[in-house]
T-cell receptor, first 113, second 116 residues
């Protein structure tokens, strides 16, 4: 299996622009998680889905952030408009159930100037 | 609510020495506990997990951890450090069938440095 796939790996954009991060979970996994990692705040859960349905989005920082999972093999995290404080590494992870480990993608390093 | 506290944001050991990374958790229901490792510029990788079976859990790369309910701890150990163990380590907790089913809460991480 190719593991969790994220794209792009690096994104540099200007403040005010729209940013879309993409994730392909491991085939057969029914949980998908979006995390943000920064030096100041560590690893934060933004939102997670079960069977393509958002279960908990309490970690989404504000209305500028939105996430979708149109099908079992694809999810997006969108930031519009982006701000410099959104600069971070964003990870996607998937798992086959609540007891199962979460498999992390390589992350997308976002820089907003 | 669940939480994880990792004692020591940085730990430094000599190659061949014992590695001990500390993790204490808080959970209102029986927890599942995990240790992950993150190498530079990579995602997190599972080292080991406790899911209410044996309290002493063995993982990859020679690491193990012991679940101690009375101490609410899940410390990670390795008898002999190797240079390749240098990385950041995260402890995480989730409820075993609780309301946050499937959701992990991570500690702040501990950076392990291994000196020759």
């Amino acid at each position: 299996d190719a593991g969790v796939i994220q794209s792009p790996r690096h994104e540099v954009t200007e403040m005010g622009q729209e940013v879309t991060l993409r994730c392909k979970p491991i085939s057969g996994h029914d949980y998908l998680f979006w995390y943000r990692q920064t030096m100041m705040r560590g690893l934060e859960l933004l939102i997670y889905f079960n069977n393509n349905v958002p279960i908990d989005d309490s970690g989404m920082p504000e209305d500028r952030f939105s996430a979708k999972m149109p099908n079992a093999s694809f999810s997006t995290l969108k930031i519009q408009p982006s701000e410099p404080r959104d600069s971070a590494v964003y990870f996607c992870a998937s798992s086959g159930g609540s007891e199962d480990e979460q498999y992390f993608g390589p992350g997308t390093r976002l820089t907003v100037t | 609510a669940q939480s994880v506290t990792q004692l020591g944001s940085h730990v430094s050991v000599s190659e061949g020495a014992l590695v001990l990374l500390r993790c204490n958790y808080s959970s209102s229901v029986p927890p599942y506990l995990f240790w992950y490792v993150q190498y530079p510029n990579q995602g997190l990788q599972l080292l080991l997990k406790y899911t209410s079976a044996a309290t002493l859990v063995k993982g990859i790369n020679g690491f193990e951890a012991e679940f101690k309910k009375s101490e609410t701890s899940f410390h990670l150990t390795k008898p002999s450090a190797h240079m390749s163990d240098a990385a950041e380590y995260f402890c995480a907790v989730t409820d075993a069938g609780g309301t946050s089913y499937g959701k992990l809460t991570f500690g702040q991480g501990t950076i392990l440095t291994v000196h020759p």
